[in-house]
């Protein structure tokens, strides 16, 4: 039995059907809202706005819980690899061995680029951030793979083609902005492992690879695969419903993970770091700036707006923090400086009883920085991840027979009719 949410407007009575999710969620259905009472919903961000039912993620934010198809972050960054946790966002199931071993020979088939992409590359303005290169990169790769039809066959091969030479585009980027020749990915290598390889290889010191470094990048893309209806992921749906081509919609996802309160936020976080060290600022400093509402400061990598409690993907990414600083035995500043501020907000009250605690953006910047990402990369590095979550709910939109094309409304706030003066009468 069907319950209802009850609405009374200028005396009129209407029942709003409640919808119940799979974990306990509930949502009024208000399609009909406009249409029978002449209303519309404002509701600014969208935080109390559902936009779509999906099966792909659930986040629990005052429970700090979250879950690929049913399956625990927690377990899968401990257990999983980011192939396998591709695969399970896109098709919905872990897969056996042998479909694992054929989509991961199909990954490392479709990782060469073709070489007039150079071209495109190398004409580029010297100084052009990697994340604009990598959204028009997106799109013109279409123009090699054209062919998008409606087999599922096909579409997991242009899945696959997408994963695949998206972590290439990104090494080259890098490369090509080093004025250094680009490497070719290897057969014998996991993902991974063959994006480490081709950052990092050059003919004069061959790149020494790490499992534990390997292992730390496969736990950041897991953690950052997918996570729910966020920006990117809602402009990736918004922009895909109007039957664009699913280059263009990610595209579009990429556009909207660049800005600094999305996926630039940790390098916005090594960029505080590199300004408290340059003006001479103690952790102890920084968090007495960020408790007064009178200073512009803004603290990054601490809170988040959807987890009322410490990030799950922070907990796991702290520790994974601790093992490559412990690795490495790098002696660096401005990691000095970031685990001064991690002591220093953990144990002030003001943060406990506001709940800010650091968030996944905190620790993966000192990670990524840790393994010698330049910072304009660690945006890219989030798009890499995010990639398989963007296409398994592009997926997802396009097969749901109810999803119609994103149209929001608005309460216009503008001048009422007037009518045209001609020119020469205007004061």
């Given at each position: 039995m069907t319950d209802f949410a009850t609405l009374t407007l200028d005396g009129k009575t209407y029942n709003l059907p409640v919808i119940v999710g799979s974990e306990g969620e509930k949502a009024i259905d208000i399609r009909s809202l406009r249409q029978e009472t002449g209303h519309i919903t404002f509701d600014p961000g969208f935080a109390n706005t559902g936009s779509c039912q999906s099966a792909i993620t659930f986040m629990?934010?005052?429970?700090?819980?979250?879950?690929?198809?049913?399956?625990?972050?927690?377990?899968?960054?401990?257990?999983?690899?980011?192939?396998?946790?591709?695969?399970?966002l896109i098709n919905g199931n872990l897969p056996d061995r042998s479909a694992l071993t054929r989509k991961s020979v199909m990954l490392n088939d479709f990782s060469l680029l073709h070489e007039d992409m150079k071209a495109f590359y190398q004409n580029f303005p010297s100084k052009a951030h990697p994340m604009g290169i990598l959204s028009a990169m997106l799109n013109a790769l279409r123009s090699f793979y054209p062919e998008l039809i409606d087999l599922e066959e096909d579409l997991n091969q242009t899945f696959l083609r997408l994963i695949s030479k998206v972590r290439t585009m990104a090494a080259m980027a890098y490369k090509i902005s080093r004025g250094h020749a680009t490497v070719y990915p290897r057969s014998d290598y996991s993902y991974c492992a063959n994006f480490l390889h081709m950052?990092?290889?050059?003919?004069?010191?061959?790149?020494?690879?790490?499992?534990?470094?390997?292992?730390?990048?496969?736990?950041?893309?897991?953690?950052?695969?997918?996570?729910?209806?966020?920006?990117?992921?809602?402009?990736?749906?918004?922009?895909?419903?109007?039957?664009?081509?699913?280059?263009?919609?990610l595209s579009a996802g990429i556009s909207a993970l660049w800005g600094p309160l999305h996926g630039g936020a940790n390098q916005a976080v090594i960029q505080m770091l590199e300004s408290m060290h340059r003006e001479g600022f103690t952790p102890a400093q920084v968090i007495e700036k960020a408790k007064d509402k009178d200073d512009p400061f803004r603290l990054m990598g601490f809170g988040h707006r959807v987890y009322k409690t410490y990030d799950p993907r922070a907990k796991i990414m702290k520790k994974m923090c601790d093992k490559v600083l412990a690795i490495l035995n790098i002696k660096d500043p401005l990691l000095d400086i970031?685990?001064?501020?991690?002591?220093?907000?953990?144990?002030?009250?003001?943060?406990?009883?506001?709940?800010?605690?650091?968030?996944?953006?905190?620790?993966?910047?000192?990670?990524?920085?840790?393994?010698?990402?330049?910072?304009?990369?660690?945006?890219?590095?989030?798009?890499?991840?995010?990639?398989?979550?963007?296409?398994?709910?592009?997926?997802?939109?396009?097969?749901?027979?109810?999803q119609r094309i994103s149209r929001p409304r608005q309460v216009y706030t503008g001048e009422t009719i007037r009518d045209y003066i001609p020119i020469g009468d205007r004061k």
């Open positions: 629990d934010g005052e429970k700090g819980i979250l879950r690929y198809r049913g399956y625990p972050i927690e377990q899968l960054a401990e257990k999983s690899t980011f192939v396998e946790t591709a695969y399970l950052m990092f290889d050059n003919p004069v010191i061959p790149y020494q690879m790490k499992d534990d470094l390997v292992q730390a990048l496969n736990v950041f893309w897991i953690l950052h695969a997918d996570h729910e209806q966020n920006c990117s992921t809602a402009a990736v749906r918004v922009v895909g419903s109007g039957k664009v081509n699913l280059y263009a919609a970031a685990m001064g501020l991690e002591e220093a907000a953990l144990n002030d009250t003001y943060f406990q009883d506001k709940n800010l605690y650091p968030n996944v953006d905190f620790y993966s910047g000192i990670v990524l920085r840790a393994m010698g990402i330049p910072t304009n990369m660690f945006t890219v590095m989030f798009a890499i991840g995010r990639l398989p979550g963007w296409i398994a709910q592009w997926r997802e939109d396009a097969l749901d027979p109810n």
